[in-house]
């Protein structure tokens, strides 16, 4: 800059073209070089202005001068410094080791793409230690301007509509024909939703304008073992929906599937310990019903003209349940006089969202007894699960 201030009206800029690495990348660096560059005579600009390596007129001269007005002098030194040759902003990027769209891993080697779309490239590493470092590293970066930004944009929400979770994932394509496997997601947990995403949310429009919007109470989350994975991708959940349908997401790290897990237990206990109770309507003997599911009493099933009470058990009373997968539940209760089990059977059209309900109220009166269980992976042992057909078991 101060080359080009004190050079007149006008400037003539030269550019070169390099076929290939300069010798001068192999000199030692901080040593004395009683030679000027031999481009100087010709007045071309050297690739030492743009591959980190410049030269300074006199030790105590921090100015950077010009390739074409080096002096020749024994006073030259090589002098290294840091050229930004491109700057990924961290905040909501995304990075992968898979070939983008597949199940392929690539060896040792991963990208990085911003929010806004700009790619690192390849970046290949050394060994699957350093791959695995770096990844860790951008990771926690990754999730720590995460969580920092949570905190800013939950000042502008209520209470009940705090975000508790926000990330990228990649979603399986339900049709096996297509050539792209996966699409790159943004998953948010906000208040009583499960958002889901092309692009991170920015503004509080941005919010209306979810691809998919599930309630947390009213979905599964399962984390996939091995033997559940459907291809060579590591790391997946899938999601089953209030309407039955299985949406399948891949992570990169075993650290991402471990946050995401934590986070929907704690979105799904805060809703519950919010709404506290859950009205479906239901069919017993062609008689509309409903069927509260309620934090403090347990099961209530009323006549939905009255309002009449038919039954009423505890959480604990529940030692079982069976389902067709289409509409019918048939509960089974221990009656605590008696200690018989009762057989209670209801028709809903919303099967699935019933299911999952109540896994969802389980889970979070466990939670409640135990507050260590938030976060804890105890949730199948703990509390009720499902099937692939959606039938609940339960276990203690």
């Not at 999730?143 to 979770?165: A, C, D, E, G, W």
């Amino acid at each position: 800059v101060q080359v080009l201030r004190n050079a007149g009206e006008e400037v003539t800029l030269t550019v070169s073209f390099l076929k290939r690495a300069p010798a001068f990348l192999k000199l030692p660096l901080n040593e004395d070089c009683a030679c000027a560059p031999s481009d100087q005579s010709s007045g071309t600009s050297s690739p030492l202005c743009d591959s980190g390596l410049h030269l300074n007129y006199h030790p105590n001269n921090t100015d950077t001068l010009s390739c074409s007005s080096w002096p020749a002098s024994p006073g030259l030194r090589w002098e290294k410094r840091w050229c930004d040759l491109r700057l990924i902003p961290l905040l909501h990027s995304r990075f992968s080791q898979y070939l983008p769209g597949s199940d392929l891993c690539r060896q040792n080697a991963f990208q990085v793409i911003a929010v806004d779309g700009v790619c690192s490239g390849i970046i290949q590493c050394l060994s699957a230690e350093d791959c695995i470092d770096w990844l860790q590293a951008i990771a926690s970066n990754i999730s720590n301007l995460t969580k920092h930004n949570i905190k800013k944009i939950n000042r502008n929400f209520p209470v009940n509509q705090q975000i508790v979770y926000m990330g990228w994932t990649e979603e399986r394509e339900q049709d096996s024909l297509q050539d792209r496997m996966y699409t790159p997601k943004f998953l948010a947990l906000r208040g009583s939703s499960l958002y889901k995403f092309i692009a991170p949310p920015v503004t509080t429009w941005d919010w209306t304008r979810a691809e998919k919007t599930f309630s947390v109470y009213e979905i599964m989350c399962k984390i996939l073992k091995d033997s559940d994975l459907l291809d060579r991708r590591k790391h997946c959940f899938s999601v089953q929906s209030e309407s039955g349908e299985d949406l399948y997401f891949s992570v990169e790290l075993e650290s991402d599937l471990t946050l995401w897990e934590k986070a929907f237990q704690t979105a799904t206990f805060l809703e519950v310990e919010r709404i506290q109770c859950k009205t479906y309507a239901c069919v017993l003997e062609s008689h509309l019903m409903g069927l509260t599911i309620d934090f403090s009493m347990g099961f209530v099933c009323f006549d939905a003209a009255t309002k009449a009470v038919l039954w009423r058990y505890k959480f604990s009373q529940l030692k079982g349940s069976s389902d067709d997968g289409k509409s019918k539940i048939k509960f089974l209760f221990q009656n605590q006089d008696t200690k018989q089990i009762e057989a209670k059977e209801l028709e809903f059209s919303n099967l699935f969202a019933v299911l999952h309900c109540i896994h969802s109220f389980f889970a979070a009166k466990v939670a409640c007894l135990d507050p260590l269980y938030v976060g804890s992976q105890a949730t199948a042992s703990a509390a009720p699960t499902t099937s692939g057909t959606g039938k609940l078991k339960y276990t203690t």
